[in-house]
Each structure stands twice: as structure tokens, then as C-alpha cells.
């Protein structure tokens, strides 16, 4: 038998819930990457969190989502895969984690610890999610990680979830052309022609 639930777990299924909520209320994708980035801050208790995709541009990730301290002077910025810690995270689909940020790609980032996670649905890596701790302050302890290594999975899943169900949206019903005073004639049933 497994543990009780912990404090920490409550708060990820809490965050995870309103999440598929979301996905169940109709929110596209893009709505959901702003939510997925509050909660991972919250979840980890951290000053910053943001989220990075693949640019148009194939090696590129760009930070398309940023919440907390100082966040609009990394939104928007990009990055070459193969040089940055981000990009480290996204090919390898692993998450890295490190004491300081210190990545000359990400100028503007705190030199506290940061975690770096793959959303990562098993198929496709589609982007990667960062909190970032106050400079001076302790790593992410293993705990922690591990709890945003499972927030991390489901908010993929459910991003994925999302888009899906908007592409799988039926299209508008037909409108009846006909006008007030026209009928339309019955179709035949079989045998009649």
C-alpha cells in the first residue's frame, strides 16, 4: 500500500483538475500554455516559470509564455536547440536541473536554480517548462522535481488533449435554404422510384 497523499501532491491534483477542466470547457491549446505556466509556478514556489516551443524555424525554441519577477525580459526571446540548456531538455526529453541558471543564451534570466522539463507526451516533445528559484536559493530538492515531472506530463497530455479537440469540432449545421412558404419534397423510400 502507498503513502498518503502529501500537501504537495493535493495542490498537483488541484492544479491538474482545473486544467481538464479547461480541456473539457472547449479551451484551445494556446489557452491552456498560460495556465500550465502559472500553475507549474505555484506547484514549485518559485518567482518565475515559463514556457518554450519550437519556432517556425526548426532548431529554434522560443519562450512564448513567461510568469512572475521580470518575466517580460525573457518572453519572446530564442534559442538554438543544440546551445542552450533548453534545448538540451527538448532533444534529450529529459529534464535537467541545475544550482544556477546560468545560460549565456538566456540573458535576463535570475542566477537562481532552475528546472528545466520536456513536455513530453511519449509520441513528441512539444516544448519545454522552466521555474526558476530565487538566486542564492537551495536546488530543486528531489521531491519537488519529481512532483513537476508528473505536473509536466499530465499539462502535455492535456495540451495535447486540447488541440484535439478543437480539430475534432463538428463543423457549423447546414442551414436549411429553403424559405417559409417552400416544401421539401419527401425522400423516397426504398423500393419507390
Same mark, same amino acid.
Given at each position: 500500500? @502507498?503513502?498518503? %497523499?502529501?500537501?504537495?501532491? $493535493?495542490? &498537483?491534483?488541484? #492544479?491538474?483538475?482545473? !486544467?481538464?477542466?479547461?480541456? =473539457?470547457?472547449?479551451?484551445?491549446?494556446? @489557452?491552456?500554455? %498560460?495556465?500550465?505556466?502559472? $500553475?507549474? &509556478?505555484?506547484? #514549485?514556489?518559485?518567482? !518565475?516559470?515559463?514556457?518554450? =516551443?519550437?519556432?517556425?524555424?526548426?532548431?529554434?525554441?522560443?519562450?512564448e509564455v513567461a510568469v512572475g519577477t521580470d518575466s517580460d525580459r525573457i518572453r519572446g526571446l530564442t534559442v538554438r536547440r543544440g546551445r542552450s540548456m533548453l534545448g538540451r531538455a527538448f532533444s534529450s526529453r529529459r529534464a535537467l536541473s541545475?544550482?544556477?541558471?546560468?545560460?549565456?543564451?538566456?540573458?535576463?534570466?535570475?542566477?537562481?536554480?532552475?528546472?528545466?522539463?520536456?513536455?513530453?507526451?511519449?509520441?513528441?516533445?512539444?516544448?519545454?517548462?522552466?521555474?526558476?528559484?530565487?538566486?542564492?536559493?537551495?536546488?530543486?530538492?528531489?521531491?519537488?522535481?519529481?512532483?513537476?515531472?508528473?505536473?509536466?506530463?499530465?499539462?502535455?497530455?492535456?495540451?495535447?488533449?486540447?488541440?484535439?479537440?478543437?480539430?475534432?469540432?463538428?463543423?457549423?449545421?447546414?442551414?436549411?435554404?429553403?424559405?417559409?412558404?417552400?416544401?421539401?419534397?419527401?425522400?423516397?423510400?426504398?423500393?419507390?422510384?
Amino acid at each position: 500500500m @502507498g503513502a498518503a %497523499p502529501t500537501g504537495a501532491d $493535493h495542490r &498537483r491534483f488541484a #492544479a491538474t483538475f482545473e !486544467l481538464m477542466t479547461e480541456v =473539457l470547457n472547449g479551451t484551445r491549446p494556446s @489557452g491552456m500554455l %498560460p495556465l500550465v505556466t502559472a $500553475h507549474a &509556478r505555484t506547484l #514549485a514556489r518559485v518567482p !518565475l516559470a515559463f514556457l518554450a =516551443l519550437p519556432a517556425e524555424e526548426g532548431n529554434t525554441l522560443r519562450i512564448e509564455v513567461a510568469v512572475g519577477t521580470d518575466s517580460d525580459r525573457i518572453r519572446g526571446l530564442t534559442v538554438r536547440r543544440g546551445r542552450s540548456m533548453l534545448g538540451r531538455a527538448f532533444s534529450s526529453r529529459r529534464a535537467l536541473s541545475a544550482r544556477i541558471a546560468a545560460d549565456q543564451t538566456l540573458i535576463g534570466l535570475p542566477a537562481g536554480p532552475i528546472l528545466i522539463l520536456p513536455l513530453e507526451t511519449g509520441e513528441a516533445t512539444r516544448g519545454v517548462l522552466a521555474v526558476v528559484g530565487q538566486p542564492g536559493a537551495q536546488p530543486f530538492s528531489p521531491a519537488t522535481a519529481r512532483q513537476m515531472l508528473l505536473f509536466c506530463d499530465m499539462a502535455a497530455r492535456l495540451i495535447e488533449m486540447a488541440g484535439a479537440r478543437v480539430s475534432d469540432t463538428p463543423a457549423e449545421p447546414a442551414v436549411d435554404v429553403t424559405g417559409p412558404d417552400e416544401e421539401t419534397a419527401p425522400l423516397p423510400t426504398p423500393g419507390q422510384a
